[in-house]
């Protein structure tokens, strides 16, 4: 999507943001400096419109693989956001009437989504048809099926259903069908009134994922896998201009450490690093040079290119 972000009242910035984006974005940095070669490509509608070509620059210049598909007659989504003096923030969305709405409304798509790691959210699942969903899933039972990985991150805005109950059912099913879910504490008591993250992390994990991420702000994560449930503390930071994309690069950093086969907890704390220095920065995606990057850890690539496809 194009974001808008006020610099004043009257005079905004425009980038390239959204929740599946940001997550590719730094899954690809994440995996450079992890020395890993990991191909990203990066799945949804644009149009043939100037700022869907800045877009489509904006990919190649991170790196990212063009998968779009050109939907004639539209163009992308757009959102503004504003911060407090506290960094957190309030968006104002513009969409219903973009590419990828239209584009997802269909299933013609489904058969390009392909990776040996395919990543979606609950925002790309709000964006489609009941039927495209259901293509979506059938997919990537197929897909898991011939080895794949399956990551979901939940991303509840209830703007975008007709009430929780509809948005539960698609999400567990959605968590059904994935190996790694990664949710907000924050929105899952919204969607379904839990009190306690570990509650959040039990439920997901008992519909089938091997690993459930429970983001929680400033508190951190608590990842559960086969071998427990452990709490991963957040870095604290001096002052935070900007929470757009903690969530985000969190879970891009948490990817790329997994396809670095690094354990859970390792990957979690990876993210914890990198969201530590999103949230000090304006905007969804830090500039290129010399930043958005925590510290190389020693990993060496083993010489094998994984691919993972985000929706």
């Known amino acids: 999507m194009l974001e808008l972000r006020h610099r004043s009242d009257l005079v905004l910035d425009v980038g390239f943001a959204g929740d599946t984006y940001n997550t590719a974005v730094y899954l690809h940095r994440m995996s ?23 877009m489509r620059a904006a990919w ?11 939907v004639p007659g539209r163009q992308p989504g757009v959102y503004a956001v504003e ?24 299933t013609d798509w489904v058969g390009q989504v392909s990776g040996d790691l395919v990543h979606f959210s609950g925002i790309s699942l709000q964006l489609m048809s009941a039927r495209a969903r259901q293509a979506l899933f059938d997919r990537l039972a197929a897909l898991r099926r011939a080895g794949a990985r399956v990551s979901f991150d939940t991303n509840f805005r209830p703007a975008g259903w007709t009430d929780a109950a509809a948005a539960r059912e698609v999400f567990a099913t959605a ?10 504490f924050d929105d899952e008591f ?17 519909l089938g994922p091997k690993e459930v991420v429970v983001k929680l702000g400033a508190d951190g994560a608590l990842v559960a896998d086969t071998t427990g449930c452990r709490h991963v503390p957040a870095i604290r930071v ?3 201009v900007d929470t ?14 997994r396809l ?27 500039p290129l040079a010399g930043s958005g990057r925590a510290p190389r850890r020693g990993t060496s690539s083993s010489g094998q290119t994984e691919s993972a496809a985000v929706t």
């Open 32 to 54: 450079e400096d992890l020395g890993e070669a990991v191909e990203v490509g990066y799945l949804t509608g644009l149009g043939s419109d100037a700022y869907s070509e800045k």
């Open 60 to 70: 190649a210049n991170e790196g990212i693989e063009d998968r779009s598909v050109t």
């Open 83 to 106: 911060t407090d003096s506290a960094g957190e923030r309030t968006f104002t969305y513009w969409r219903s009437a973009s590419a990828a709405s239209a584009l997802f409304a269909g």
């Open 175 to 184: 968590a059904a069908h994935s190996d790694i879910v990664l949710a907000t």
């Open 190 to 206: 919204l969607l379904t009134g839990d009190q306690d993250p570990v509650r959040t992390a039990e439920r997901y994990r008992s």
């Open 238 to 240: 001096e002052t935070v």
């Open 244 to 257: 757009t994309a903690a969530g985000d690069s969190f879970g891009g950093a948490y990817l790329a450490g």
């Open 260 to 286: 670095a086969d690094l354990a859970p907890r390792e990957a979690a704390e990876l993210g914890a690093e990198l969201a530590a220095e999103v949230v000090q920065s304006p905007g969804a995606i830090l």
